[in-house]
């Protein structure tokens, strides 16, 4: 069992066992651990502060691995996979014109004027979608008034512009 010392009775330099572990030693030394002073073995000596500077700074070049690391280089890298990540692969994205696709702004009322412009031409909303070829419920959300809510594009009002010429984006 280990006894522990804090340098004063119990235990002098010339003990035959390590303070820490028990390990017993005829080569033991002392060590700071904890602010007390021990006499440990050469395995227990690495706790204690009595280490050298080029024990610590070889401690300090080790990785949580235990292989030395190069500064420098491990920074590259960090660099370099921020590069990478900021270049964000785009092969696989398919090119749209969201200028000519977008949703312009619309007048006030832009609903009740579709739905009397179609009832005018004595079409249903789903003879009217058909002929336009979108969806009906783009041409009901527009009739509804919720146009931008239901996320209609803007090639369905240019559609209805063209179609019952009148105007529908400011």
Known sequence: MAKYSTGGAGGGDDGDACELCGTESASLRKANVAG??????????PMGANRSKDEKKRE????????????????????????????PDTEWVEETDYDDDSLPYLVSGYGDVVTEARQ??????????????FDEDDLLAVEDGRAIRADVSGSVIAKLEDRFGIELAE
Do not use: F
């Open 36 to 45: 007390a002073e021990l006499l440990v073995c050469s395995d227990c000596e």
């Open 60 to 87: 300090q070049e080790r990785g949580a691995r235990g292989e030395p690391e190069n500064r420098k280089k491990k920074a590259a890298q960090n660099t370099a996979k921020l590069m990478d990540s900021s270049q």
């Open 120 to 133: 005018d031409a004595g079409l249903t909303t789903d003879e009217l979608a058909a002929e336009l070829e």
